[in-house]
């Protein structure tokens, strides 16, 4: 079982910068995919950044280029710098993790609680 818990979510006005972090715990494995995800009310659950392992990255596009995901991989850690934040980045932040024990088996994931951030105008 894996354990995953968020932190850094708030209220911030438009132009400003959060960093968020997801401490993961439990059974983890040295191979895996760490990730954020967001969900405003009404919309469904998208992808915003994804990190390895090994450290490869993919954003969304909405936050390329003001967004930076990080690991720490000693910590089982990870990072969401935002920056520039608009409104429209108002949601549910989730942070979750993929990995599986054999390259024969599935991918399991494993989700946070969530943590909200708020971008006021």
């Known amino acids: 079982q894996v354990q995953l818990v968020e932190s850094g979510g708030g209220l911030v006005q438009a132009g400003g910068s959060l960093r968020l972090s997801c401490a993961a715990s439990?059974?983890?494995?040295?191979?895996?995919?760490m990730a954020w995800y967001r969900q405003a009310p009404g919309k469904q659950r998208d992808l915003v950044a994804a990190i390895t392992s090994g450290g490869n990255t993919n954003y969304a596009a909405s936050v390329k280029g003001r967004f930076t995901i990080s690991r720490d991989n000693a910590k089982n850690t990870v990072y969401l710098q935002m920056n520039s934040l608009k409104p429209e980045d108002t949601a549910v932040y989730y942070c979750?993790?993929?990995?599986?024990?054999?390259?024969?088996?599935?991918?399991?994931?494993?989700w946070g609680q969530g943590t909200q951030v708020t971008v006021s105008s």
């Open positions: 439990g059974s983890i494995f040295s191979i895996n995919t």
């Open positions: 979750k993790l993929s990995q599986r024990r054999s390259v024969y088996l599935d991918y399991v994931n494993y």
